[in-house]
């Protein structure tokens, strides 16, 4: 079971109770917050009622919370696009990784292929020749895949660079808006 925690709070000129889970300090920054909103309508107009006062306190708040509530949607928005971006390049860095797998499984029959194939160098030359090229060719396209495969990786990392920064400015931001 949570602990609570209780604060008298002044807001208005007047001591209220608040009680809850979070910190003190917090329970605190939330009644200072409601006691500045309140002062700040009074300030504008001191011939409201208490309860009108504290009606344009909670239009206010209820403002600003759906304003930033806004402004996150569209920060998650923003990133969402990365991450689907994300998401395709490791779906390709997987199928090009299979690919590299068959690759190298075929690269292994061709080179046992190739050392039966010297062998029977001694009795037809022209056909261990060809197997050569064709040997030489698939490890071609071994290397070349492992280019890419190595340009994909440096993407991914790249993009999981920029996802933790975009993570961190998020924090950040929603940071320094309960501020």
């Known amino acids: 079971m949570e602990r609570k925690n209780k604060v008298i709070i002044k807001i208005n000129g007047q001591d209220y109770p608040i009680i809850g889970t979070e910190p003190k300090d917090y329970l605190l920054k939330v009644g200072n917050f409601v006691d500045e909103q309140m002062d700040l309508i009074t300030r504008h107009n001191s011939k409201l009622s208490i309860s009108m006062i504290a009606v344009l306190t909670c239009i206010n708040v209820a403002d600003q919370l759906l304003k930033l509530q806004n402004q996150l949607d569209t920060i998650k928005k923003e990133h969402t696009d990365p991450l ?3 998401e395709q390049i490791k779906t390709h860095y997987n199928l090009v990784l299979k690919e590299l797998e068959e690759k190298k499984e075929s690269l292994q029959l061709l080179q046992k292929q190739a050392e039966e194939l010297m062998t ?3 009795k037809n030359d022209r056909e261990s020749i060809e197997l050569k090229e ?13 280019a890419i495969i190595n340009d994909l990786q440096n ?14 400015d998020l924090e950040e931001y929603v940071t320094n808006t309960k501020k």
């Open 134 to 146: 064709k040997l030489q060719n698939k490890e071609n396209d071994l290397v070349n895949a492992e």
């Open 84 to 86: 689907n971006e994300l």
């Open 120 to 122: 029977y160098k001694e």
């Open 155 to 168: 993407k991914l990392f790249e993009n999981q660079i920029k996802l933790v920064q975009m993570r961190k």
